[in-house]
């Protein structure tokens, strides 16, 4: 944090009580994130910042009527893409929920739109009462078994670094190359090393051999652990463990309990991908806080793994605590176990109090033209949907884990037509497709998949991590088709479709993947998808279109697909949807 002469010598002269702070909080109660204690004390706060714990007089005086002062909370690693809404609107929903600073990792955009897209991220994340802090994206695309809108080298990520916002390297998830210490990533690897930054890891299904070759590169962090004993591994080859709760991938009952006291330094929260009705329902990371607690977490322990853990981690030396020489971000809490909080503080100001932001609107710029127009697909039949199955009536197929990142490969029976797959609601067996929506290329990738749950008509998104090319599922080809092209029309975005109807649609213009307009028209239009999707017949306890969007990530197990067709991760290749 820059400091000037003046500034210095005005806060040390409240500190040593010679003149009077700008702003002093009397009557709370402190948390304590070093020794996991309750305090009292005044807080006296100057130029944003904590100069001192009292007694201490100040211009203002604000009266926490003995509520509970915690830091406010920081989001270890986030896609503020998956939100759907702009950085700048997405503030507005995660503040009055506590946080206050985010990692953020756009590498969503970046696949998209390269440069641009990053470029777009910060401009919009400039000048709110949002710290977004960013890692550059180091996998775009995140494998060469895919096409994506573009390619990030070491070359096009340098420059960034010399933002006051960029902290580092985001997660490295094609371990192959690292693993044969190719110059795609090595080179990027090298950039930030000289610039003293962090380099975040994705470790989704390796064994401890990766581990050791992750750390040997200097990568600290993995938020892709599942198991305890997955946790335990990267704990004890002193990686920093991100326990994740987003929208599909729910970690934390599962990893929760192997945090204790002796170790939890070393663990922080985060979100990683979550929808923006999730987070107006249940929160950020004051969500991660109340579950933990909830799962037997000391309240203090909880908290301070939402703050200064997390600030300590990204090397955020300002933030994370209540103390001097630490920003004055901070929450009032009406108690510890719900972690109910009654008012928000951004540098010492109000910026949200009973669940609403406070203040003037958020300045945001708008995107370019060219973000705006990123569908763009060959003409397409339902002759190009088949798949031929010629030898067997055997295939290969997706199967759906409810509520996680990763699948299952099942070989079963299917019904074969005229030498073409034909789905079987019965047989719990849809089509999946992905349509290249980039560079014109006429590539589809075809699969079968088991799990959705849906009955009849089929669904279709441009949300397709980590490449975002177009991909739907369904019952039919003729519903199938009808779904690509309502996405083409609308520019990206989500679309229910059936018997030929769009029956609920979400446009998302920016890059295929966030909305031009506020948090409220995009949960609007996630609860009229909703409703739709009953409409077809989908009846279970997962989010469909999320689940949808991270069947195209070739580098989650065990089988995904994509554009060039059904890729198996436990061999990284392709496989053919024919089963041998």
Request: with cysteine.
């Amino acid at each position: 944090m820059k400091l000037s002469k003046q500034t210095l010598k005005k806060q040390i002269a409240v500190a040593n009580h010679e003149r009077p702070a700008d702003l002093v909080i009397k009557n709370g109660q402190l948390v304590d994130v070093f020794n996991l204690e309750i305090t009292e004390g005044d807080i006296a706060i100057s130029d944003g910042m904590i100069v001192g714990i009292g007694p201490f007089e100040g211009k203002q005086v604000i009266d926490a009527d003995n509520r509970y002062i915690c830091p406010s909370f920081i989001d270890g690693h986030v896609h503020i893409e998956s939100s759907m809404v702009t950085p700048a609107e997405f503030s507005k929903v995660v503040i009055p929920h506590g946080v206050t600073t985010v990692i953020t990792d756009p590498h969503e955009i970046g696949n998209v739109a390269g440069t641009e897209g990053i470029q777009f991220m910060l401009d919009n994340s400039e000048n709110i009462p949002l710290d977004v802090f960013c890692m550059l994206p180091s996998s775009v695309p995140a494998t060469p078994f895919e096409n994506s809108g573009a390619e990030l080298l070491a070359p096009d990520l340098k420059p960034f670094y010399s933002h006051d916002r960029v902290l580092g390297l985001a997660e490295v998830m094609d371990y192959p190359s690292l693993q044969r210490t190719q110059n795609s990533i090595i080179d990027k690897i090298i950039d930030v090393s000289m610039e003293e930054g962090k380099i975040d890891g994705h470790l989704a299904g390796l064994n401890s051999d990766a581990i050791n070759i992750y750390r040997s590169a200097g990568i600290t962090t993995d938020h892709e652990c599942h198991t305890a004993s997955e946790a335990k591994e990267r704990l004890k080859r002193g990686m920093y463990l991100l326990i994740r709760e987003g929208s599909v991938a729910k970690d934390l009952s599962s990893l929760i309990g192997v945090v204790t006291e002796k170790n939890a330094r070393r663990c922080l929260f985060c979100t990683d991908d979550k929808h923006i009705d999730d987070l107006i329902k249940d929160g950020s990371i004051d969500h991660n806080v109340r579950l933990a607690i909830k799962e037997g977490v000391d309240p203090l322990l909880a908290i301070s793994m939402a703050t200064i853990n997390a600030a300590e981690c990204y090397g955020l030396s300002t933030k994370g605590a209540i103390a001097p020489g630490y920003e004055a971000d901070f929450l009032l809490l009406d108690d510890l176990d719900s972690i109910k909080i009654a008012e928000v503080y951004k540098k010492g100001q109000l910026v949200a109090k009973s669940g609403k932001v406070i203040g003037d609107g958020i300045p945001e710029s708008a995107p370019s033209e060219s973000l705006t127009n990123t569908v763009k697909i060959q003409p397409l039949s339902e002759k190009d949907l088949r798949i031929p199955l010629h030898e067997s009536n055997k295939a290969n197929i997706i199967e759906i884990i409810p509520n996680s990142l990763r699948t299952s490969k099942v070989t079963e029976t299917v019904t074969v037509e005229d030498g073409s797959f034909t789905p079987s609601i019965t047989m719990d067996q849809l089509k999946i497709c992905v349509i290249e929506r980039h560079h014109h290329t006429g590539n589809i990738g075809r699969g079968i998949l088991k799990g959705l749950g849906i009955k009849q008509g089929a669904i279709a998104t441009t949300v397709a991590h980590d490449s975002h090319n177009i991909v739907a599922a369904g019952t039919n080809d003729s519903d199938l088709l009808s779904a690509v092209h309502a996405l083409e029309e609308l520019n990206g975005g989500l679309v229910v479709v059936k018997e030929g109807n769009v029956i609920a649609s979400l446009a998302l213009p920016i890059a295929g993947l966030l909305s031009d307009g506020d948090s409220d028209t995009v949960y609007n239009g996630l609860h009229m998808i909703k409703s739709a999707l009953t409409e077809v017949g989908f009846e279970g306890n997962f989010n469909p279109f999320l689940t949808l969007s991270f069947l195209t990530l070739p580098v989650i197990p065990s089988i995904k697909i994509t554009d060039l067709g059904l890729f198996d991760v436990e061999s990284f290749q392709h496989i053919s949807v024919e089963a041998e």
